[in-house]
């Protein structure tokens, strides 16, 4: 399906039920509609090999459904080393605080503790 307005009209057909798949994978619309982008460059990349003897609403949901999942592990991914540097930075923060603490401080604190 090299043709830009054959593939237009399958997207235009299609992008209900294709839509409806990658919200419910998404954490909000706008990865929903990337997932949505990258599952159809794969559809019309694969088209090729679809066999017509057999329907394509379950060969383009498992291709949306595999395209999420994807989309889903390289973002979480990305989500646990920013949670890494947020930890990093907050025990950085804690070390600055403990050094600029004199032997006085430390002293009337360990007092106030039960």
Not at 31 to 43: H, M, P, R, T
Request: glycine share 2%.
């Amino acid at each position: 399906m090299d043709n830009p307005r054959s593939q237009k009209e399958f997207y235009r057909m299609f992008y209900d039920f294709s839509i409806s798949i990658c919200l419910r994978y998404a954490n909000n619309r706008e990865d929903a509609i990337s997932i949505l982008n990258e599952g159809f460059y794969k559809i019309f990349k694969q088209i090729g090999n679809f066999d017509i003897d057999k329907p394509i609403v379950p060969w383009i949901r498992k291709i949306l459904i595999n395209t999420s999942i994807d989309f889903y592990r390289s973002n979480l991914r990305f989500e646990q080393n920013v949670e890494i540097e947020a930890y990093e930075n907050h025990v950085k923060a804690e070390e600055q605080i403990f050094t600029k603490l004199n032997y006085d401080d430390l002293i009337w604190m360990i007092h106030q503790l039960s």
